[in-house]
């Protein structure tokens, strides 16, 4: 199972970009990329999804480099509600359980 | 999109008893469902996987007499904490993966239960 690593904790603030970086340099070939948010006693929810290069959805931006070895979530415009912790895993549901790794908690500030 | 449905959502029981906790799928049909702990401030920490018709399968470490899995039917799962003690009490969630999808699929989470024996 690839291993993740991220940082454990970001700040920012209200209307700022804020790109959290996940590293996971022995990702298989099969396996995507996933992206959580979890907030306080509540289950985790999809954010986003990606194989390679860039995907983007109405929340979030996901880029990854060609060698796939790490990722960067990027939330535009980030508002209070965005407060949470972030997880990136990595791997493919369908074959292989997914293990969450500790995740970064992103505080925003007005 | 898919919904997953956990229930009860917080529950406090004396210590010695035994909790069930369900969690449903309720617009599709999950043949693989996952169960996780996770106590404050920490990550989620996978206790089972629990495939429809079938014995679950637990991690390393996690006392399968304790916490009794069963998947009867492709939209629900349950989870029994036997004869629960203090140390027992965490937040557990639970997570399904729609059935004849792609290996690329995400996961879907229930919104958890918070466990408390006193």
Not at chain 2, 85 to 100: G, L, N, V
Request: glycine share 6%; hydrophobic share 35%; with cysteine.
């Amino acid at each position: 199972l690839a291993k993740t690593t991220q940082p454990i904790s970001m700040d920012s603030y209200e209307g700022q970009e804020v790109n959290i970086t996940c590293s996971h340099n022995n990702i298989a070939t099969n396996d995507y990329i996933t992206w959580y948010q979890q907030f306080p006693s509540q289950g985790p929810r999809f954010i986003i999804q990606g194989y390679k290069t860039k995907v983007t959805n109405e929340v979030a931006s996901l880029f990854i480099p060609a060698d796939r070895k790490s990722s960067t979530l990027s939330l535009p415009r980030v508002s209070l509600s965005d407060t949470a912790v972030y997880y990136c895993l990595v791997g493919n549901s369908g074959y292989s359980t997914l293990t969450f790794g500790k995740g970064t908690m992103l505080l925003v500030s007005p | 999109g898919a919904v997953v449905s956990q229930h009860p959502s917080r529950v406090i029981c004396k210590s010695g008893t035994s909790v069930k906790i369900e969690c449903r799928s309720l617009d599709f049909q999950a043949t693989t469902m996952f169960w996780y702990r996770q106590f404050p401030k920490q990550s989620l920490m996978l206790m089972a996987t629990s495939n429809e018709g079938s014995k679950a399968t637990y991690e390393q470490g996690v006392e399968k007499d304790k916490f009794l899995i069963n998947h009867a039917s492709l939209t629900l799962s349950t989870l029994t904490v036997t004869s629960a003690h203090p140390e027992d009490s965490s937040f557990y969630i639970c997570s399904a993966i729609p059935r004849d999808r792609g290996f690329n699929e995400k996961l879907f989470f229930g919104s958890g239960t918070q466990l408390s024996v006193l």
